[in-house]
């Protein structure tokens, strides 16, 4: 186990070199961790994004048949600017049992991991293969893990269990909530604050559709699954942001909302978004449009993101729970990529090392220990790939 450590510490310091925010390019990393998993004979596949500067990973040891088990973690991290860092984030500190820098724990220290075992699973793999998937911009949509379940859909690929090795204390987590963002764009008609009647307050506008928001976000709370097991187990909205005007005496003509759900369930996500459509179309639009015809509300959509749905029957579950030890599953209130592989027919977990409350804050780190247990599962996974 030493030897096991000392290689995840060492390709750790590595990772977190590479300065892989979600606004930068991963490709440097990528391409690091598809020479090491080439190095040790498996069959890597490279996917850039459209813009060239971003790509995932996935790769396989063992035979090319369906039912594999995949290692899965996003290779982005959060930014650090404007955080109060007491050491370099993108150098590796090892202090009083902790591993510091950017991505350690979210989640670096378990792709780590699942690397430095890769040599141990070339040797023991037999009819089951496993499969690493390293994404790009989790951060900001899942945008990566969406794109390569196209990928592996057009292949015809068929993982049968995923484990993603989000940050959890190496608690086993069955299921969490999808996170739906958006951001919603008015076009009003500017003009004197003098004359607020000819013109359209694109502000005025957005401030009824929040309270449109607010109204649903209370309903929400009555469509909660019995015996749900979320906290709060209903689906929520959350209002982000606000933007618009430029004086007090303009009418302003633009305005933006920044704003989320995040659903326990699919029907929720479309009676939010059919009752917020009837109320642009036949409350707000018609007014905004008796002024000025050319006025309109549109909605980008940020990123859907399933949530991850818990199961009766979960080999995913089952096989963590035999190599952790572990007697139950939890759910958490975070999202992850896990909903996206179970989209596609994996049994799927979080599972991995570190805690939340580390990720995204300055001098993120990841405690010692943790990355011991890691290692202990992946290591009984690859004893379990042998037998």
Same mark, same amino acid.
């Given at each position: 186990?030493? #030897?096991? =450590? !000392? !290689?995840t510490k060492a390709l750790l310091r590595h990772l977190i070199a590479f300065p892989t925010v979600s606004t930068d390019s991963n490709l440097a990393m990528i391409e690091f961790l598809a020479d090491r998993l080439e190095g040790v004979g498996a069959k890597v596949e490279v996917h850039a994004d459209p813009s060239g500067t971003k790509a995932n990973l996935f790769a396989t040891l063992g035979p090319e048949v369906d039912g594999g088990i995949l290692l899965s973690g996003h290779s982005d991290v959060v930014p650090v600017a404007d955080q109060d860092w007491t050491t370099d984030p993108f150098?590796?500190?090892?202090?009083? /049992?902790? =591993? $510091?820098?950017?991505?350690? &724990?979210?989640?670096?220290? @378990?792709?780590?991991?699942? *690397?430095?075992?890769?040599? @141990? $699973?070339?040797?023991? *793999?037999? !009819?089951?293969?496993? #499969? @690493?998937? @390293?994404? #790009?911009?989790?951060?900001?949509? &899942? +945008?990566?893990?969406?794109? =390569?379940a196209q990928v592996l859909r057009?292949? /015809?690929?068929?993982?049968?269990?995923? %484990? %993603?090795?989000?940050?959890? +204390?190496?608690?086993?987590?069955?299921g969490h909530k999808g996170c739906y963002e958006y951001t919603t764009h008015f076009t009003g008609l500017e003009g004197h604050g003098s004359g607020p009647d000819r013109g359209v307050n694109a502000v005025e506008y957005a401030v009824r559709y929040v309270g449109r928001l607010l109204e649903l976000k209370e309903q929400l709370k009555a469509r909660a699954p019995a015996q749900g097991r979320f906290d709060p187990p209903w689906t929520t909205i959350n209002t982000g942001a606000l933007v618009g005007g430029v004086a007090h005496n303009v009418i302003p003509g633009k305005a933006r909302v920044d704003w989320e759900m995040r659903p326990v369930q699919a029907g929720d996500a479309d009676f939010v978004k059919d009752d917020l459509h009837h109320y642009c179309t036949h409350t707000l639009l018609p007014a905004m449009r008796a002024v000025m015809p050319e006025a309109d509300i549109v909605t980008e959509v940020i990123g859907e993101v399933d /949530? +991850?749905?818990p199961a009766d029957e979960n080999e995913a579950r089952d096989i963590v729970a035999e190599l952790t030890g572990a007697n139950g599953a939890d759910t958490v209130a975070f999202g992850t990529e896990a909903?996206?592989?179970?989209? =596609?027919?994996?049994?799927? *977990? *979080?599972? /991995?090392p570190g805690s939340i409350e580390q990720a995204h804050k300055p001098d993120e780190y990841l405690a010692l220990d943790q990355l011991e247990e890691c290692l202990v599962m992946l290591e009984r996974l690859g004893a379990k790939l042998g037998a």
């Open positions: 186990m030493q #030897h096991a =450590l !000392d !290689d150098e590796m500190v090892e202090r009083d /049992g902790r =591993l $510091y820098g950017r991505g350690t &724990c979210d989640m670096k220290g @378990f792709i780590a991991a699942a *690397v430095a075992m890769a040599p @141990f $699973y070339a040797e023991k *793999v037999k !009819d089951r293969p496993i #499969h @690493f998937a @390293f994404t #790009h911009d989790e951060e900001t949509g &899942c +945008l990566g893990a969406q794109a =390569l057009a292949q /015809g690929v068929r993982p049968g269990v995923a %484990i %993603i090795g989000e940050p959890t +204390l190496m608690r086993i987590i069955e /949530g +991850l749905i909903g996206i592989f179970q989209a =596609l027919g994996m049994s799927a *977990v *979080v599972c /991995g």
